[in-house]
């Protein structure tokens, strides 16, 4: 059916503003990391008097941006490595197989979704620093607790996912690829999982999203060797004066990576979304 | 790996063959243990990092836990229900602050969900058919979700600064609409600021699950429609919406849980304290327990904010049958 012409406009009106709304404060970082520490500090400017790429390179030297990078880099890598492979895992279990306590464990692994972080960001500091004294492993304050704590963030959303999409891979074929000799979990790795590649690599763009972008837990289980960018980027704020073009240029850089990845992955977050969320 | 568990073709039948053999036991009790194998990781990480620490949380609601006794917490002392007395004893500044927190949190959570939701809807269905640059608005509209919280929300902190910011540029200098310079990030209007950055980062996730969720609406539907006679807006409202129903209780339970627990924002846009008109329950907890260093009232506090979720889920997952079939699985 052919859309009425009103229609058209009133898509089109809301399409440009929602755009406008969304870009906004992306141009907004864009340029002003582009500006000169004057041209931030004064009155807000549509167009740079000058355009400079020295906030660029001072990041580097004002906080130990790099050092922030690659913390995040190895905490938000291993604790999406980790998440996924747990939840194909779980998610295998719960599509294929019936056994008692199948309901309790979904409900109990989906109700951790609503627990405000908050809860438990005190009792598991202690709980860390416990097991740290007992055991002499490092948990708090290091990447290994960090790491822990991220994974589990991401879980109960990736398993709830999972076994939807699982669901949807016939359940002949692992049938049939046991038939012919495979074992179960043979099974899951030749058959299930590149069926489910879509869903898999919505789960990992997800729970890298989630620990890339956690603040709470980062501040307060981090120390001066295991900070991540999440904290570390406060450090252009001084006492007397926040380099805001500074700030502007470290997060647009902070962003690249996680937006491109995104985006080049969101066809499969979307298809993710279809079958696995939705159904 | 073997299929032990698979019977061999005619074993049944030999005659003589009393009971299983001890290969077949061993396989049956392999089959019982795998789905429990197969769970037991994401059992374990969830319980050491989420339901432990809850009950321990629990614990120390009870605790007269101040900063003397946090290197051995256990020595201190019992509180009975002091903690949460103190916590709803609406008449004195400590339950006062709490109330007013709670209520400022249901009413930006009500406005956040509703207004997420509602972008995400308009956008979904106004992009439900193609067009030209179709997928390059869908890219743009998920920059927001992709990124990461604290470049966002720090950008926005920057838009929202008095002197130098975007907004009072184009509100006051601009259109002239304000006699001043507004403070946004301090005062009544860093309620409204907040709320801003929550929808413009929150709507793109209703919007894919809305578009993932009109994916599956069968095109039939709105082509018998049409023969029938009814037109665009009939159409959204008798085939979209309905269709959506399933899609939108999961939505709106998962916006409310995320947009209630929110702690990154608030806490990037303003810091430790938040502003009295926008001081979400999260941070509220975070400062009765962190920076007043009291932490068996913020345990009580985070005891009740559970017990307040758990309660309007519950009510949520009885009213709505897509919610039984969901604890199903």
Redo the contacts between chains.
């Keep these: 059916?052919a859309?009425?012409r009103s229609?058209l406009w009133s898509?089109r009106i809301?399409?440009t503003l929602?755009?406008g709304?969304?870009?906004?404060?992306?141009y907004?970082?864009l340029s002003?990391s582009l500006k000169p520490l004057q041209d931030?500090?004064?009155?807000?400017?549509w167009v740079p008097s000058g355009l400079t790429i020295r906030p660029y390179i001072d990041i580097w030297s004002t906080v130990p941006l790099a050092k922030y990078f690659v913390n995040s880099l190895i905490v938000a890598g291993a604790a999406t490595v980790c998440s996924v492979v747990?939840?194909i895992?779980?998610a295998?279990?719960?599509s294929?197989?019936r056994?008692r306590g199948?309901?309790l464990?979904?409900?109990?692994?989906?109700?951790?979704?609503?627990?405000?972080?908050?809860?438990?960001?005190?009792?598991?500091f202690?709980?860390y620093v416990n097991i740290g004294n007992a055991t002499g492993i490092a948990l708090f304050g290091s990447r290994i607790g960090l790491i822990?704590?991220y994974?589990?963030f991401s879980?109960?959303f990736s398993?709830w996912m999972l076994?939807g999409y699982f669901e949807s891979v016939p359940r002949d074929l692992d049938e049939a690829a046991?038939?012919d000799?495979?074992?179960?979990?043979?099974a899951l790795f030749r058959v299930v999982v590149p069926a489910a590649v879509p869903g898999i690599v919505a789960v990992a763009v997800y729970a890298f999203?989630t620990a890339?972008?956690?603040?709470?837990f980062a501040s307060?289980m981090t120390n001066d060797t295991t900070r991540t960018?999440?904290v570390g980027?406060k450090g252009y704020a001084t006492q007397n004066d926040v380099y805001?073009n500074q700030?502007?240029a470290a997060?647009?850089v902070?962003?690249v990576p996680?937006?491109a990845g995104?985006?080049l992955l969101?066809r499969y977050?979307?298809a993710g979304?279809?079958a696995g969320?939705?159904? | 790996?073997?299929?032990t568990a698979?019977p061999a073709v005619g074993e049944e039948a030999l005659p003589g063959a009393t009971g299983p053999t001890p290969r077949r036991r061993t396989g049956r009790v392999r089959r019982?243990a795998?789905?429990?194998?197969?769970?037991l990781?994401?059992?374990l990480?969830?319980l050491?990092?989420?339901?432990?620490?809850?009950v321990?949380?629990i614990v120390?609601s009870f605790k007269e836990l101040t900063q003397f006794y946090i290197r051995d917490?256990g020595a201190a002392p019992w509180a009975g229900f002091d903690n949460y007395s103190l916590s709803v004893d609406f008449d004195a500044p400590v339950g006062e602050a709490l109330l007013h927190s709670f209520f400022v949190t249901c009413a930006f959570t009500v406005l956040s969900v509703g207004l997420c939701w509602l972008?995400g809807t308009?956008?979904a269905v106004?992009?439900q058919?193609t067009f030209r640059g179709r997928g390059f608005?869908?890219?743009?509209?998920?920059?927001?979700?992709?990124?990461?919280?604290?470049?966002?929300v720090?950008?926005?902190a920057?838009?929202f600064q008095r002197?130098?910011?975007?907004v009072?540029?184009v509100l006051h200098?601009q259109l002239g609409l304000t006699d001043s310079p507004s403070f946004w990030l301090i005062g009544d209007n860093s309620f409204v600021a907040l709320l801003v950055v929550s929808v413009?980062k929150g709507w793109?996730f209703a919007f894919?699950?809305v578009?993932?969720?009109l994916?599956?609406i069968p095109k039939e539907l709105?082509?018998a429609a049409?023969i029938d006679g009814a037109?665009?807006v009939q159409q959204i409202r008798r085939i979209t919406l309905p269709s959506l129903r399933?899609?939108n209780q999961?939505l709106v339970l998962v916006l409310f849980?995320w947009t209630?627990?929110d702690?990154?924002t608030p806490?990037?846009l303003f810091g430790q304290a938040a502003p009295e008109a926008a001081d979400l329950?999260?941070i509220h907890?975070?400062q009765s327990?962190?920076v007043t260093w009291n932490?068996g009232t913020?345990?009580a506090m985070?005891?009740m904010?559970?017990l307040f979720?758990?309660v309007v889920?519950g009510i949520y997952l009885v009213l709505t049958s897509r919610g039984r079939r969901?604890?199903?699985?």
């Excluded at chain 1, 709304?21 to 992306?26: A, G, I, N, R, Y």
């Excluded at chain 1, 931030?40 to 400017?45: A, K, L, N, Y």
């Excluded at chain 2, 795998?34 to 769970?39: E, G, S």
């Design positions: 059916m859309a009425p229609f898509r809301f399409l929602l755009t709304f969304v870009l906004l404060p992306v907004v970082m002003s931030v500090s004064g009155e807000f400017r747990i939840a895992f779980a295998y279990g719960v294929r197989y056994f199948k309901r464990f979904t409900v109990t692994v989906l109700s951790t979704q609503m627990f405000p972080g908050i809860l438990f960001l005190l009792p598991l202690l709980i822990l704590t994974l589990t879980l109960p398993i076994i046991m038939v000799g495979c074992g179960p979990l043979g999203m890339w972008g956690e603040v709470l307060v960018l999440a980027l805001w700030v502007m997060s647009l902070v962003s996680v937006v995104f985006l969101q977050l979307v979304l279809t969320a939705v159904k | 790996m073997t299929v698979q019982i795998l789905p429990y194998l197969l769970l990781p994401a059992l990480l969830e050491l990092v989420h339901l432990v620490p809850m321990i949380g120390m917490w972008l308009v956008a106004y992009m058919e608005l869908r890219a743009v509209f998920l920059i927001p979700y992709a990124l990461p919280v604290y470049a966002a720090i950008t926005w920057f838009m002197d130098n910011g975007l009072n540029h200098d413009w793109p894919l699950i578009m993932a969720g994916q599956n709105y082509e049409a037109g665009m399933p899609v999961v849980l209630f627990n702690f990154n806490y990037v329950i999260s907890i975070y327990s962190f932490f913020g345990s985070s005891v904010l559970l979720l758990l889920t969901a604890a199903d699985v």
